[in-house]
């Protein structure tokens, strides 16, 4: 077991290894990175968090892709996607410059949320035409690079929702078939589950169901989400430390 810090470990799982199927590559090395994050009202701590290590992030990136790296950036809330940064190389100062103008705004009008929609959007490169009118801002286009290390952060405290805003066995199952869908693209899934108001719906396990899907990472921070930040470093320090070799789940001490 790798120790992080004092409150928060990585416990590395049983999912098979990162190196079986395409577009695996070792880290540190080439990455092509996104971030797909809830912005939602009860996310304003773990968003708060973010905004304030929004540099730390893009250095720990930079780093462990040794200067190689393709970014994007991908919102959503209740019933739409938003693109903020296509994957592109070279974009760390327009990606840091949304991060930091990054709010919750944007009031949840339930509990379930479209993050199976913007894992959708980014998994299946789609653009707003492809969706129906008014689901998506933005189109998802930038090409996941042969040969380099393919990850999604997915930051969420809630349950999938598709664009229908409540929770249901349709949407779960497509939560489940894009972590499947990811592996076989060679997209890794890093699940970071910030359990504001609990595991009401066992939002928890179908993260880390994803997660283990893609052969990915799940993740757990505090109650408030305040230490969201710190989480996604340790993600992308942990793999870099094992070389890519095994997927892993980080969860409270």
Known sequence: ????????????????????????????GPLDLVFVLDATSSMRDAIASVRTGAQTILDAAIAISESNLQLGLVTFRDQQVIVMNDLALDNSVSVRQHLDRLSTQFQGVGNPESWDEALNTVVHRLRASQRPIGFQSGNFIGVWRPGVYHLIVLVTDAPPSGFDIVSSPASVTHARALGAQARGLGIHIASVFVPTGGDYDDQ??????????????????????????????????????????????????
Do not use: C, H, K
């Open 204 to 253: 928890a396990g179908l993260l880390r169901e994803v997660a283990e899907l893609s052969r990915g990472v799940y993740v757990e921070t505090d109650a408030s989400g305040s230490d969201l930040a710190t989480a996604i470093v340790d993600v992308l320090t942990a793999l870099a430390a094992e070389s890519g070799l095994r997927t892993a789940v980080r969860v409270r001490s």
């Open 1 to 28: 077991m790798l120790q992080l810090n004092v409150e928060l470990r990585i416990e590395w799982g049983p999912f098979g290894t990162l190196s079986e199927g395409g577009g695996d590559a070792p880290l540190p």
